[in-house]
């Protein structure tokens, strides 16, 4: 299976640089796998597209302010991207500097506070905080947003609010479970009204998730790590909804990846830990059904999840017809919604 086999051709005035006016105004494709329909809805009437006996998998991840800005004593500009916080004083992180820190170097960053360069684990930096400071104390006073790099401009108020979902809570990730972005409370109670359970995983995504794929050869790609919390709870859910006859529907790629690693013995079972599953077309579903999911990037892991999910062909065509509708992509962009049923929708 080759890279380029998911490619497909993106405007750039396409990619959502603000999030829509309300979380629910967005617009939603959706695929229905049997029939290969597309058709056109709005955000506000995906509870159309749920039956009394579904589950929906939330990935309650929350986005700490992992960008940083400083300078080295030359007075070099540093920009860090925090990817894993290791402890209370220590992270592992991205760097952008005109000359790779080496080890021992300090970068003074706002507010003065000091970072050191303890050396690299793998592909990132290891550094520590010279503070008494927590490091979650020390991001949520002077760290940025971490808006992916496509979207090309400063980190704002409304970031504050709008690239985090209503029901984050465990603090973690450094990049947003997008298709969470698009439910607020009111839709979420409406849900609820219907009977239709919800229940919520955890993997805190990480900058990996926009790491390019390098090789052309997929079975030579090297799937970045990300931690991943399934519960007993949860995984009891899943049984029964199963047993009653309903759709196990995640909300995100990264609900589908919790998922999944934790069911790689053939069933459900309790995870905790890392995660490197790499999930391409030919791949078997083991817990999901259906999946409400965002645009990702072409020649990306995640669109070759989807298309593992809906078929290579079809999620392509999809994506083409998406483009033609002048959708919009990515992290602040329109939503799609791929089944395995038919839907009153």
Known sequence: MRRSDFYYDLPPHLIAQKPSLTRTSSRLLHIDTQTQRLTNHIFKDFPHCLEPNDLLVFNNTKVIPARLFGQKATGGRVEILVERILDDHRILGQMRASKPPKPNTPILLEGGITVVVLGKIDNFFELRFADERSVYDILQAIGHIPLPPYIVRDDDNIDQERYQTVYAQNLGAVAAPTAGLHFDKQLLAEISAKGIQQTFVTLHVGAGTFSPIREEDLSLHVMHSEWVSVSTEVCEQIRATRARGGRVIAIGTTAVRALETASQSGEIQPYQGETRLFITPGYVFKSVDALLTNFHL????????????????????????????????????????????VTTI
Do not use: C
């Open 298 to 341: 072409p020649e990306s892991t995640l669109l070759m999840l989807v298309s593992a999910f809906a078929g290579t062909d079809l999620t392509l065509q999809a994506y083409r017809y998406a483009v033609q509708q002048q959708y919009r992509f990515f992290s602040y962009g329109d939503a799609m919604w791929i089944n395995h049923k």
